[in-house]
């Protein structure tokens, strides 16, 4: 397994930009296909999107197309969600979490998860 911290949460206006980070320890980061989650407050964890271990398959949540980005450097054992255009419906608490697969729905065979970094978008 590996160890997932994730950073670059806090408080923006509605129409901003945020860009999360989640770095993985150990040797081997590139074997993981990398998802992030996202739990609002007296909701249920939802997917928001996921990248192959090489980078070249992703997917994403109908809710965030064309405002997020998902993109990893396996390099730096790193995996990070450009998030534009935000708004007050996607404050929540986002999580990164390393699997087996990337899926159209999310991040099959996880192993591990983040302890999440937290989004306030006000309006």
């Known amino acids: 397994q590996v160890q997932l911290v994730e950073s670059g949460g806090g408080l923006v206006q509605a129409g901003g930009s945020l860009r999360l980070a989640c770095v993985a320890s150990?040797?081997?980061?590139?074997?993981?296909?990398m998802g992030w989650f996202r739990q609002a407050p007296g909701k249920e964890r939802e997917f928001v999107a996921a990248?192959?271990?090489?980078?070249?398959?992703?997917y994403y949540a109908d809710s965030v197309k064309g405002r997020f980005t998902v993109s990893r450097d396996n390099t730096k054992n790193t995996v990070y969600l450009q998030m534009n255009s935000l708004k007050p419906e996607d404050t929540a608490v986002y999580y990164c979490?390393?699997?087996?697969?990337?899926?159209?729905?999310?991040?099959?065979?996880?192993?591990?998860w983040g302890k999440g970094t937290l989004v306030t978008v006000s309006s």
């Open positions: 979490a390393a699997g087996m697969v990337a899926v159209v729905a999310g991040l099959g065979g996880i192993t591990s």
């Open positions: 990248i192959s271990r090489s980078g070249s398959t992703i």
């Open positions: 150990g040797r081997t980061f590139s074997t993981y296909a």
